[in-house]
């Protein structure tokens, strides 16, 4: 049966859409991407290396449906990229700081191209593979959960959702990942999804995915993600889409 699922590099469907995503090989850790379907609404991610030691990864979820969308994902994705290669380039950066920065160019970047304010809650995080620490910030996304030895934690907003107020700024906290941690980001689309079994309209809801990570055997990145995709899909009984249904992984391997 043909796969629902689509990850790393997608071909891109219009040639306004973002660069396809390659993810870039971690020292000791896998990160991947996947997307369930054909991208409809906002959900976008991208990673790339900015330094010898450091990898940059974020997933957006902005407001409005794809055709709509594609310029300012592009404009999102350059300033990403651009920013963040500069931002983080130096040896001896304070992290903290240089994620604030990029978070308010991206911010800045989204008004500028809508024109106004639009919604887009965003998980931007900066690996360093040395030190295994993590720098991230949460503005307004759906929590990320961190699996280790003491079990799933939720990685809470550090403040507003980007493209809203143009000053807006979020703290960007560091954390360590043990050998083993698993960090893992849905979107809204799998948070919020109905399911069908018994006629329910029952959310999936983030604690759905919480025992489901706690279980997961220690396997790729790619395949944590599609096995949560999966797993919502039969939650679903394979309704038909209304939004995107991302997930992305960070596994520190050791």
Known sequence: MRSLFRSRAATPVSTVEPVPTVFPRIQGADIAAVFAGKRMAGDFYDSIRVSPERVLFGLLDLAGRREENRSVLITAQEIFRNSGAE??????????????????????????????????????????????????TNAGHTPGLLRDSRGIAEISSTGLPLGLFSHATGDAPTIGLEKGAAL????????????????????????????????????????????????????????PMHDDRTALALIRQS
């Open 87 to 136: 931002l983080f380039s130096r040896s001896d950066i304070n992290e903290s700081n240089a994620m604030t920065e990029l978070s308010l160019k991206i911010n800045r970047g989204l008004i500028d191209s809508c024109k106004g304010v639009r919604s887009c809650p965003a998980f931007i995080g900066c690996y360093h593979e040395i030190f295994g620490t993590l720098c991230y």
């Open 184 to 239: 893992v980001l849905v979107s809204r689309g799998v948070i919020e999804c109905d399911g069908q079994h018994g006629k329910s309209t029952e959310e999936f809801g983030l604690n759905r995915v919480k025992p489901f990570l706690q279980t997961a055997p220690s396997t790729t990145a790619n395949e944590l993600c599609t096995s949560i995709l999966n797993s919502v899909s039969e939650f679903t009984a394979g309704c």
